[in-house]
């Protein structure tokens, strides 16, 4: 049997890897097939399921630094037949990634989450530069093709 597990896309976000570990957790348990389904925001990803596009989904809840990821708790608020079936912990580990010297970086693309995850770091080693929201940290990493001076956190 196949199930549809909607997460945060695109490919390689921490979402999509704790989707992957959750596929694995599944079928290792004889369950039958999660197949992956990347959303672009965490309320597409929710209201996937209560459009039946996705059985389950698998979005980040809270974590150790910044508390709840409101987005999450805004779009349970608002679908309001979605229920909790299971918490999955799972570390992350944020890296400054850019093509640019790190003198030359002149923006910095993330989630808002990472962001702020980052906040204390980001203030103390780029005060200067711009700090510009992206729907994942996938995204942000994506955009340093089109923006060779700045970077993601991701």
């Not at 399921?49 to 349970?76: H, K, R, W, Y």
């Not at 909790?84 to 992350?92: L, N, T």
């Not at 400054?96 to 995850?117: E, G, K, R």
Request: proline content about 6%; some cysteine; charged content about 10%.
């Amino acid at each position: 049997m196949t199930i549809t597990l909607a997460h945060l896309g695109p490919q390689g976000t921490y979402a999509e890897a704790a989707a992957i570990a959750c596929a694995d957790w599944w079928y290792q348990r004889g369950l039958g097939t999660l197949l992956l389904a990347p959303y672009p925001s965490i309320g597409q990803t929710l209201e996937a399921v209560t459009t039946q596009a996705a059985t389950f989904a698998i979005v980040p809840m809270e974590n150790s630094t910044e508390g709840s990821v409101t987005m999450t708790l805004d779009a349970l608020w608002q679908l309001e037949l979605l229920k909790i079936r299971q918490a999955w912990v799972m570390p992350v580990a944020h890296a400054l990634l850019s093509y640019a010297s790190i003198d030359a970086i002149d923006a910095i693309y993330s989630h808002p989450q990472a962001l702020a995850q980052c906040q204390r770091w980001l203030e103390a080693h780029f005060p200067e530069v711009a700090l510009v929201p992206t729907r994942s940290t996938a995204e942000a990493v994506r955009l340093l093709e089109q923006q060779p001076t700045a970077g993601a956190i991701a």
